[in-house]
């Protein structure tokens, strides 16, 4: 019994701060989202699910959660597949292999936001490094970020350079941590480089893909940082994601019914995804540990 | 000319002084204030707030401003209201003229007419000396609200070494929609299928995208909004119609523009690199023009339809509610300086906005500027066609759906009538609760 | 396996793989290329000519003068360093007492509340900014640096590093730590921390980095400029700049604000490093 008192007593002030600043928070906006508070008057009344009504009527945020998606699998996936490849490149340390890490690792540490300062220059039509470079190889003008149908691909693009080199530290660490005898034992066998991918490397990593793939999925969901910075959203709300969406409704258009309904939703969906993952991840714990 | 140098040595005279005054201060009898500005068109303009404001502290010792660079109209609108609720709101702040409306309804800001009682003023006496142009931003429901500070027109800039290269006549600029057709094409050059300049190029990003659109919805016949109540936009009217189809046209029938969203650091590089013979944008922008422009280029008003109208634009000095007597009368001893008709010609000079107070033009300095400035002079004139800036309730949410709409006519992706339908039936629905009594939307 | 497979590569295949991927490399670095080239190039006219990354030009310090003109960047770092390290410490004391209880004691709902702080990894507080102002505001915090830092003190990911790092230690050390009388606190202070100080030093790297580049949170919470932090500053730092097309002042804030980060990560390269892969493989 003195061990569950003890427990209880450690485990206070991250329960605490837990409970503050996730669970009530979580609580409290399923609440509110039932509210309505007209501008200029003093109480909210209740009003069941008619901030939800508004909310999917609203076609900016329909565009908003088809646009996270189609950013979610854009950006995910590619970034995973460059880590890895990347990882199979570099695993070997040599002065040349860590010198070309540490470049690519790098943009994980700087801020997003000053990361999207340099892209506004990147993406910059005409005298932008993107265009200026690709007008030496002949290409005409692009506008990345002006044209709706191709501003949203140019926002994944700086997301999977900002990240992939993150994933490929993960991917390195996994590679490291599988055995020389695997490889010995496929070669004996005649293995092809691509069966040793396929059979012995892909399934031994499948742990830190789970993981890797978990933390990516966070990214996607959770910063907007660049949206704010390059695009607010547009044009024509092309790159508008949810969680700028929430951000906007809630900070310049003054309604928080539409910000805390959205919050709800994107809640829920995360909920569902971390069940799904919880599952993987502990797998993934079990293997390691 | 504005010499770079003499402005990095002010600006970094100005610096010291600055630093001088973070360190900590004797006890004295003097008033600190805070102040929150932004910048809108060229971000080095807050270095010269700074100097400005130093200018003012050191020109007596009685209050102490310490001037606090906010980033954009809209943020600063946002930061101001918020510190203000949450108890801490600065004395002073220059916020953008449409945003005023905001602040009254939140029963934040102070009537200016207080102020002027003491100094055994009215309202109207006070803005007889002001423009009529900026007169009803500045006004809610008949009251002063907010003394104008910078105020600009959209205005069209045009490089004339592309006109003489297109055969056009350098002097004579395009006064209405159809000359602008006309020599927009001839302005038009492409390299194969690849365009190398556009005709014209302006803003369309969400904000200042509306407030062009304001000024050709208007040059069209129309009103965009209603100036008297705040609670309506004519999104779908012929005007406005009318307005969005001319920009389909300009991108679509004409290839006079870009077919894609242009943001204004785009158009003033295109227009600074050749890429773009014409260009609508603010008069804010003068300075850097001036600046920037390596070829022979002039200024004109922006071609009208059945009129010529622009809205008029700029930011004004509010003071916050919720201030000690003291640090009330600082605010405005601030605020009367800073708006004073040398001030306001000295800030017009640097900056290229124009000085809301008629007697800063009859100032000796100011007259001797236009001489050697014509293009200033055009600004000046074209202020008879002003009309205020549009202001509803909630005005950022009702200017995003305008925004999307014009977006989306440019790139082709609605027709104008299709496009203006939708912009309307968002914003009434954003403005439905504050018109609806019962405060609750309509179904 | 590359280990394997390297061993027997031709030369042109060698080549060929060296040339992909330096060129990649290239590609890779071409927006801090910029941005250190351009930081130092003098402002063309109205920003043309600014993508060339050949030096063919005067180094020129103007565009860190005007740069540090135009933003407080003093109180931006020192707002910043209150911030990370506010966070880190208390998150250090937070994390470490929670994973010690879920490693060595024994209590009910253990896996229920386990679960619950695992759920934290997923509902990160950005997605809760709404009901988090809302809470900030109720308790009188908001505008405060405090603030900035509050929905961050519980870290699940660092609870679950250190967790696993704990239990990988063996229970031997403790009980002989114990039987020479040692209260839990000497345990902790004299046993596992030094046995975990790799997870812990990964951890608050983690940490330092993820809360020095935090930008919506603080944007939401903190109103008054002098209470900004970096991130903050440099966003409207530089859509002022944008607006002017002053590419040069741009690269130069830029660069003020991830000085340090670049300072840190040459220095200690190999700990950024494997701190980061640490956190990968637990």
């Known amino acids: 019994m003195k061990s569950e008192l003890k427990a209880w007593v450690y485990l206070a002030p991250a329960l605490f701060f837990l409970v503050m600043f996730t669970y009530y928070p979580m609580l409290q906006v399923l609440w509110d989202s039932f509210f309505f508070k007209a501008y200029g008057q003093e109480s909210a009344q209740f009003v069941w699910f008619d901030n939800y009504k508004r909310l999917f009527a609203d076609p900016a945020f329909s565009q908003a959660v088809r646009n996270n998606l189609i950013y979610a699998l854009g950006t995910v996936f590619p970034s995973l597949a460059v880590g890895f490849f990347l990882a199979l490149a570099l695993m070997k340390s040599t002065k040349f292999r860590n010198f070309a890490r540490a470049v690519f690792f790098f943009p994980t540490l700087v801020p997003l936001i000053a990361a999207a300062a340099l892209w506004i220059f990147v993406y910059f039509p005409n005298v932008g490094l993107l265009d200026y470079y690709l007008g030496k190889l002949g290409f005409g003008p692009t506008q990345w970020l002006g044209d709706s149908n191709i501003a949203l691909y140019s926002l994944m693009l700086l997301a999977i350079w900002k990240n992939a080199g993150f994933y490929m530290l993960f991917y390195i660490s996994g590679l490291q941590g599988i055995g020389e005898e695997y490889y010995e034992a496929a070669e004996l066998e005649g293995a092809t480089w691509f069966q040793r991918l396929r059979y012995i490397t892909l399934p031994l990593l499948g742990p830190t893909t789970a993981f890797v793939f978990i933390i990516a999925l966070i990214h996607v969901f959770t910063y907007v940082d660049h949206v704010v910075m390059m695009t607010h959203g547009g044009p024509i709300g092309s790159t508008n994601l949810v969680l700028y969406y929430i951000f906007q409704n809630a900070h310049e258009f003054n309604d928080a019914a539409k910000a805390t309904a959205s919050t709800v939703v994107s809640v829920g969906v995360l909920l569902a995804i971390s069940f799904l993952s919880i599952r993987t991840m502990e797998r993934g714990i079990h293997y390691e540990s | 000319m504005f010499a770079k140098q003499k402005f990095i040595a002010a600006a970094l005279s100005g610096a010291l002084l600055a630093s001088g005054a973070l360190l900590p201060s004797v006890a004295s009898a003097q008033e600190d204030i805070k102040f929150y500005f932004p910048t809108s068109v060229q971000g080095r303009l807050a270095l010269i707030m700074k100097e400005v404001v130093n200018e003012y502290n050191s020109s007596q010792d009685k209050v102490h401003v310490t001037a606090v660079y906010t980033g954009s109209y809209a943020e600063t609108g946002i930061k101001a209201s918020a510190a203000m609720e949450a108890g801490n709101p600065p004395a002073v702040a220059m916020v953008g003229a449409n945003n005023v409306l905001d602040f009254v309804q939140k029963n934040q800001i102070e009537p200016i007419a207080g102020f002027l009682a003491e100094d055994g003023s009215t309202a109207t006496q006070f803005l007889a000396d002001f423009w009529p142009g900026v007169h009803a931003n500045a006004m809610v429901n008949g009251d002063l609200y907010a003394v104008p500070f910078q105020n600009s027109t959209p205005i069209l800039f045009y490089n004339k070494e592309a006109f003489a290269e297109a055969g056009l006549d350098p002097e004579v600029p395009p006064a209405n929609w159809k000359e602008l057709i006309e020599m927009g094409q001839k302005l038009v050059k492409k390299d194969g299928d690849q365009v190398v300049r556009y005709g014209l190029e302006f803003p369309q990003q969400v904000g200042y995208g509306n407030w062009i659109l304001q000024g050709f919805v208007m040059a069209n016949g129309g009103q965009y909004y209603n100036t008297e109540y705040p609670g309506e936009v004519y999104y779908d009217s012929p005007a406005t119609r009318g307005a969005l189809q001319f920009y389909d046209d300009l991108a679509h029938k004409y290839g006079i523009m870009p077919d894609t969203v242009t943001p204004s650091s785009q158009v003033a590089t295109d227009f600074f690199s050749g890429r773009a013979a014409m260009m609508v944008s603010s008069t804010g922008g003068l300075g850097n023009v001036r600046d920037n422009a390596q070829f022979d280029y002039g200024v004109a008003f922006v071609p009208g339809n059945v009129r010529n109208a622009v809205p008029v634009g700029g930011a004004s000095m509010v003071i916050f509610k919720g201030q000690s007597d003291a640090q009330r009368a600082a605010a405005w001893d601030f605020v009367s300086w800073i708006t004073s008709a040398e001030q306001l010609g000295a800030w017009s000079r640097v900056s290229g906005y124009f000085a809301p107070r008629i007697s800063s033009y009859d100032l000796p300095e100011m007259q001797a500027f236009l001489e050697e400035h014509p293009d200033a002079g055009v600004a000046v004139d074209q202020l008879k066609y002003t009309r205020p800036w549009y202001a509803t309730f909630n005005y950022l949410a009702v200017a995003q759906p305008m925004g999307d709409a014009l977006q989306m006519v440019v790139s082709g992706k609605a027709t104008a009538s299709d496009a203006a339908r939708r912009a309307q039936e968002e914003a009434d629905k954003i403005l439905a609760p504050f018109n609806n009594s019962v405060g609750y939307p309509v179904e | ?282």
Request: one cysteine or more.
């Open chain 3, 1 to 282: 396996m590359s280990t394997n497979a390297s061993r027997k590569r031709s030369l042109p295949a060698m080549l060929l793989f060296f040339i992909i991927i330096g060129s990649v490399t290239v590609i890779w670095s071409g927006p801090f290329l910029w941005m250190i080239i351009a930081s130092f190039k003098p402002q063309t006219f109205g920003g043309l000519d600014m993508a060339s990354l050949a030096p063919n030009f005067k180094p020129t310090l103007d565009n860190y003068r005007m740069a540090l003109m135009s933003a407080e960047f003093g109180t931006l770092y020192i707002n910043t360093i209150i911030v990370t390290f506010g966070t880190l410490s208390v998150q250090l004391v937070t994390v470490v007492l929670a994973a010690y209880a879920f490693a060595r004691l024994e209590f009910r709902f253990k896996t229920l509340i386990f679960y619950m702080f695992l759920m934290q990894l997923m509902i990160v507080p950005p997605i809760l900014i709404v009901p988090n102002l809302k809470t900030i505001v109720s308790i009188g915090l908001d505008d405060t640096l405090v603030a900035v830092m509050a929905p961050y003190f519980a870290s699940a990911f660092g609870i679950f590093l250190m967790r696993q790092t704990f239990k990988s230690i063996p229970r031997d050390f403790e009980d002989a730590a114990v039987i020479d009388g040692c209260n839990w606190f000497q345990v902790l202070r004299y046993v596992l921390l030094p046995l975990a100080k790799p997870a812990l030093v990964a951890f608050s790297i983690v940490s330092i980095v993820a809360h020095w580049n935090e930008f919506l949170w603080p944007l939401m919470v903190i109103d008054s400029p002098d209470k900004m932090t970096l991130t903050v500053g440099l966003a409207s730092f530089t859509r002022a700049a944008e607006g002017a097309a002053d590419w040069g002042l741009i690269a130069a804030g830029t660069m003020i604000v991830m000085f340090p980060l670049i300072v840190a990560f040459v220095l200690f390269q190999r700990q950024f490093v494997s701190s980061f892969m640490f956190s990968g493989i637990k």
